[in-house]
């Protein structure tokens, strides 16, 4: 009897420690980051990671391009990914989460990107976001200066008026300044006010702003709207001073609003860009970055079908403008497909 007992313990015995061997979380999903909050981890095998998408405000280009892509990638890889959407204060403010562990998935702007990465600019003192990755770049967010016409006709004009320039510390606020100061004057010189894209559309329709700047997608929903009631025009940034922005600050390059992309808009509007992109947390696992990545590409029609900003999706595209490493899931597809 005491031999019997002997071998069912050992038996046991052994079987807990393969339980705790099997157990083991992995180097990567456990890792902490910058801020000392805990980094997602891969989901485990055979349940698909739950992701939390950072976009931006609801009426801007980030909020409803990023609902479309995350329900098609829980309806065609629902096995890898369980992916839910956030609006946010958008690029500044979606670095921020994914630092701290909030959002493990994010959209932001080039230029944003390299500001966190490197802890520069709006990130100035700040610890430098280094837990994260390209994906790939999207698609141009392209700099509007929407104005009252009748108050408006050059850059000079702005000059003492009432401007939006979106949220304080934001993407789009750092673009304000850079192009303000290439034309010669500054915030002090303006009375300058921080509103949602949407707020700064009924801010103009009721008079109390002559203007407001914002960055984003072509075309954008508070834009689209506000074209319906209110005769807004677009200043452009022509060549001499776009010259001065681009060598100053590379992220940008030239882009073109076109006539007819709002309604009210009857002639083409010359101006600059940054890019949107897709950035991820490094501890999310290379096969669900490969997946994601793959299925951004062979599901474009199902993308574009349900936000126009999907057209653009194109792998060559996605490798341009990253001012940071692509994760070792989204090389593995490119290089896949003979890019890299």
């Known amino acids: 009897m005491m031999k019997k007992f002997s071998v069912i313990a050992a038996l046991m015995a052994l079987a807990m420690v393969i339980t705790a061997c099997g157990g083991t979380a992995s180097s990567s999903g456990g890792a902490v980051s910058a801020s000392g909050s805990a980094a997602a981890p891969a989901a485990p095998s055979g349940e698909p990671l739950k992701m939390n998408l950072a976009t931006g405000g609801t009426s801007g280009t980030y909020y409803a391009y990023g609902g479309v892509i995350a329900q098609v990638l829980n309806e065609k890889i629902g096995d890898v990914v369980s992916m839910k959407v956030t609006s946010t204060g958008a690029s500044k403010a979606n670095m921020q989460l994914i630092q701290i562990g909030d ?130 025009k677009l200043l452009e940034i022509d060549d001499e001073h776009a010259k001065i922005l681009m060598e100053k600050y590379p992220f940008y390059s030239r882009e073109v609003i076109k006539a007819g992309d709002y309604s ?4 083409d509007c010359n101006t600059v860009t940054v890019k949107a992109c897709l950035v991820v947390n490094n501890d999310v696992s290379e096969d669900v970055v490969y997946e994601i990545t793959k299925a951004l590409f062979e599901y474009k029609s199902d993308i574009a079908a349900g936000h126009a900003k999907g057209e653009l999706l194109d792998p060559e595209y996605a490798l341009e403008g990253a001012p940071i490493g692509f994760h070792p899931g989204a090389v593995k597809y490119y290089k896949e497909i003979g890019l890299m």
Do not use: R
């Open 103 to 232: 959002s493990n998935i994010i959209l932001t702007q080039n230029d944003v990107l390299s500001y966190g990465y490197n802890g520069t600019d709006m990130f100035e003192g700040e610890t430098p976001i280094q837990n994260v990755s390209m994906i790939a770049t999207l698609y141009p967010e392209v700099v509007h200066m929407i104005v009252n016409p009748d108050k408006i006709k050059t850059w000079d004009d702005l000059i003492g008026k009432n401007i939006s320039v979106s949220d304080a510390g934001s993407g789009p606020s750092y673009n304000a300044v850079q192009v303000f100061d290439a034309y010669g004057f500054g915030f002090e010189d303006c009375n300058i006010m921080n509103l949602s894209y949407a707020d700064s559309a009924e801010a103009m329709k009721d008079g109390k702003i002559d203007a407001f700047l914002a960055t984003t997608g072509v075309p954008t929903t508070a834009m689209t709207e506000l074209a319906t009631t209110y005769d807004y």
């Open 264 to 267: 009210c808009i009857t002639e």
